[in-house]
């Protein structure tokens, strides 16, 4: 059975496909934004006190890019679980080296894969389990 996850950001569409078998439950999950200022407010708004801590032990060239590594971590996990942002997905840990954010959704944490395409952040999740 096909399922997708859908996102847009900014004239810029992205869909992540997976088929799963009948009966599965589907965990796909996809977010796009452009790598652009954030209107000030966006960092205190979007990122709990801890996620704020995380950003802040990250050398200051990379903040702005992995805040939003974070942001799209957090809406692709929520579309994979179907709550979207009302379950206030949280992260966790963040893995530099791979591109990888855990999130904290409903209960369990999933890692999500991150990355950066010129001025496009993606974020795209299978549903797969974090690490502790
Ligand atoms: C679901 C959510 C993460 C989408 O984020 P967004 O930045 O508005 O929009 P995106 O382009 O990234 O994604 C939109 C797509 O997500 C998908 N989508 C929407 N809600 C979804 C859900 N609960 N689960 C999975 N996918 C969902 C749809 O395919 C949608 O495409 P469409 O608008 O063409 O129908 C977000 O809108 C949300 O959680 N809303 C719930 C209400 C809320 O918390 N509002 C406060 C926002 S700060």
Redesign the pocket.
């Known amino acids: 059975m096909p399922v997708v996850?859908?996102?847009?950001?900014q004239g810029e569409?992205v869909a992540f496909a997976a088929l799963v078998e009948p009966g599965t439950e589907a965990r796909i999950?996809?977010?796009?934004e452009h790598l652009r200022r954030r209107p000030p407010g966006f960092e205190e708004?979007?990122m709990s006190d801890d996620e704020r801590r995380l950003l802040e032990g990250l050398p200051a060239d990379v903040v702005d890019e992995w805040l939003l590594r974070c942001w799209c971590a957090k809406?692709a996990a929520?579309?994979?679980?179907?709550?979207?942002?009302?379950a206030a997905p949280a992260v966790a840990s963040i893995d530099r080296d791979r591109g990888q954010v855990d999130v904290d959704v409903d209960g369990q944490r999933l890692l999500v894969g991150t990355l950066r395409e010129g001025e496009l952040i993606v974020a795209t999740t299978l549903g797969e389990r974090g690490g502790s």
């Open positions: 996850s859908l996102a847009h950001a569409a999950g996809i977010d796009v708004a979007a809406e929520g579309k994979a679980l179907g709550s979207g942002l009302t």
